[in-house]
């Protein structure tokens, strides 16, 4: 059973640069999430795919972050012109809707440093 | 007013012993609510759920839930040093994303 994949593990990267993420989740899961979490605080909301479909962003996702699902599988993050206040760590999440089981699994994240 | 309140801690529990972990939150549409173990520097790993009032137990971990009083707690007993860790609570309302608490640091001392 392989669980929630995400690469880099680590990525630091000058201020004004544009960063990419990948997340691959449990095979069957339908669901991916994107959460961002910075030291001392819980995860926050970014957004979610079902299927290949973006159904919800968060406020806090500005014009600078975009991600994809292009084929229902895999996902993508970008973070473009990158800030100072960008460095966290980044997690991807996946579920299975429709069966009733609502539990999210966490991938091991992407740590970013802005310098 | 935070829609997930924890108290950010230390815990400190003597080994052996309950630690006990509260969880409040404010939406009461909320319907699933989870416990995560956040170890440093690690994601957070799923410990249980429960979406019905009452008690689920799982192991050593009993999660409660009072929708009532907006409450879910969470004990662990017979705690032991690789207990210690960040707990955090979690709550799905209609929508699907979870709302997270800031988390409680328990230490667990031997």
């Known amino acids: 059973d392989t669980g929630v994949s995400q690469n880099p593990r680590h990525k630091i990267t000058k201020r004004g640069q544009n960063v990419t993420f990948r997340c691959d989740p449990i095979?069957?899961?339908?669901?991916l999430y994107w959460y961002r979490q910075t030291l001392g605080q819980g995860p926050e909301f970014l957004t979610y795919?079902?299927?290949?479909?973006?159904?919800?962003k968060s406020r806090l996702l500005s014009d600078r972050f975009s991600a994809e699902r292009p084929k229902g599988s895999f996902s993508t993050l970008e973070i473009q012109r990158t800030e100072q206040g960008d460095s966290a760590m980044y997690l991807c999440?996946?579920?299975?809707?429709?069966?009733?089981?609502?539990?999210?699994?966490f991938g091991p994240g992407t740590r970013l440093t802005v310098l | 007013q935070k829609e997930v309140e924890q108290n950010s801690g230390p815990l400190s529990v003597p080994e052996g012993a309950i630690a006990s972990l509260n969880c409040t939150y404010s939406?009461?549409?909320?319907?699933?609510f989870f416990w995560y173990r956040q170890y440093s520097g690690k994601s957070p790993e799923l410990i249980m759920f429960?979406?019905?009032?009452g008690d689920k137990e799982d192991g050593r971990f009993t999660a409660q839930l009072n929708k009532a009083s907006q409450y879910v707690s969470l004990l662990i007993r017979d705690s032991q040093p690789s207990d210690s860790a960040t707990y955090l609570c979690?709550?799905?309302?209609?929508?699907?994303?979870?709302?997270f608490g800031g988390g409680t640091r328990v230490l667990v001392k031997p």
């Open positions: 999440a996946s579920s299975l809707e429709g069966t009733g089981d609502p539990r999210q699994f």
């Open positions: 095979s069957e899961h339908n669901r």
């Open positions: 795919f079902q299927n290949e479909a973006q159904l919800e």
């Open positions: 939406d009461r549409g909320s319907q699933s």
């Open positions: 429960i979406y019905s009032n």
């Open positions: 979690a709550v799905r309302a209609a929508g699907n994303k979870l709302t």
